[in-house]
């Protein structure tokens, strides 16, 4: 059960980070942009996580992980103080 959660949240903020993305795209917002880029951060961290606890239970990921949803929350809070109209 643990393994389709997940996939399952990695596969949410994937879909999130392309739709973000494609509304970015059409809009020019350069809000959707810096929460696109965060979503690539927080789907990097789901991604290493579905493979840090599900496929090498042995390997320790964790620094990776958080390297990566802080550096995704980083983008979000550069867009956040930075680009307010």
Known sequence: ?????YALAAL???VCMV???RGY???RQRLLLWSALC????TIN?????????????L???????TAA????LFLLYGFIFESD
């Open 39 to 42: 979503f690539i951060g927080l």
């Open 60 to 66: 320790d990921l964790r620094l990776y992980r958080l």
């Open 25 to 27: 795209i059409e809009s």
């Open 19 to 21: 739709l973000l993305f």
């Open 12 to 14: 949410t903020s994937l």
């Open 46 to 58: 789901n991604l290493l996580l579905f493979v840090d606890l599900v496929i090498f239970l042995d």
């Open 1 to 5: 059960m643990h393994t389709f959660l």
């Open 70 to 73: 802080l550096a995704g929350m």
